[in-house]
């Protein structure tokens, strides 16, 4: 059972916008930024998302990230089927320890 | 280019030993943190250790602490992750990964992984 609670599955159809939640505490979310990975079946993980909303270089503009409180949502407008994959939040609790989601399985229907 | 490359994983018996290396290359790897993060099979990302860009810190998973070590040198560019007693529940596929730039490794920000060594507890 991950500290940080992503819903185990979502899905949407091509052009749909799909988000993902990531849900944590003041020790985690609330007092440390939020990175988003995308895994790709068969393939390591790739950073999407960045100090809560920033994209790194290469990273299409269709993935946005936000943060509130001890919560933040991934967001993937226009859905593309090679966003098929496995997208897990991640971030630094106070406890001094680093901590992943339980990741969210998004399907392209 | 950036490149981590993992090695020394294997099938090893509860309770022994096992050490994973992670050679990198393409940057300046003194002045990152780097991290282990583990996968088992089917399962999610498992965070498991970071060292701080110049060895002075160092922080683990509660799941692993006292038994893993983690460990660097800086004019080898290589990373380390000394198993000790590891168990069943820890097979998985190893990652090595950089972090932040000067950073003491308090962050899960990743932006380079290697392709992973894979680890097998079993007797």
């Known amino acids: 059972q991950s500290v940080l609670t992503q819903p185990p599955s979502a899905s949407g159809t091509p052009g749909q916008r799909v988000t993902i939640s990531c849900s944590g505490s003041?020790?985690?979310?609330?007092?440390?930024?939020v990175n988003w990975y995308q895994q790709l079946p068969g393939t390591a993980p790739k950073l999407l998302i960045h100090?809560?909303?920033q994209r790194p270089s290469g990273v299409p503009d269709r993935f946005s990230g936000s943060k509130s409180g001890t919560s933040a949502s991934l967001a993937i407008s226009g859905l593309q089927s090679e966003d098929e994959a496995d997208y897990y939040c991640?971030?630094?609790?106070?406890?001094?320890?680093?901590?992943f989601g339980g990741g969210t399985k998004l399907t392209v229907l | 280019q950036v490149q981590l490359v993992e090695s020394g994983g294997g099938v090893v018996q509860p309770g022994t030993s096992l050490r994973l290396s992670c050679a990198a290359s393409?940057?300046?790897?003194?002045?990152?943190?780097l991290h282990w993060v583990r996968q088992a099979p089917g399962k999610g990302l498992e965070w498991v250790a970071v060292?701080?860009?110049?060895?002075?810190?160092?922080y683990y998973a509660q799941s692993v602490r006292g038994r893993f070590t983690i460990s660097r040198d800086n004019s080898k560019n290589t990373l380390s992750l000394q198993m000790d007693s590891p168990r069943p529940e820890e097979t998985a596929m190893y990652y090595c990964?950089?972090?932040?730039?000067?950073?003491?490794?308090?962050?899960?920000?990743?932006?380079?992984w290697g392709q992973g060594t894979l680890v097998t507890v079993s007797s």
């Open positions: 003041s020790s985690n979310i609330g007092s440390n930024t």
């Open positions: 990964a950089r972090g932040l730039e000067r950073n003491f490794g308090m962050a899960v920000y990743l932006d380079y």
């Open positions: 393409g940057f300046t790897f003194s002045d990152y943190a």
């Open positions: 100090s809560n909303n």
């Open positions: 991640a971030t630094w609790d106070d406890s001094l320890n680093g901590l």
């Open positions: 060292i701080s860009y110049d060895g002075r810190y160092k």
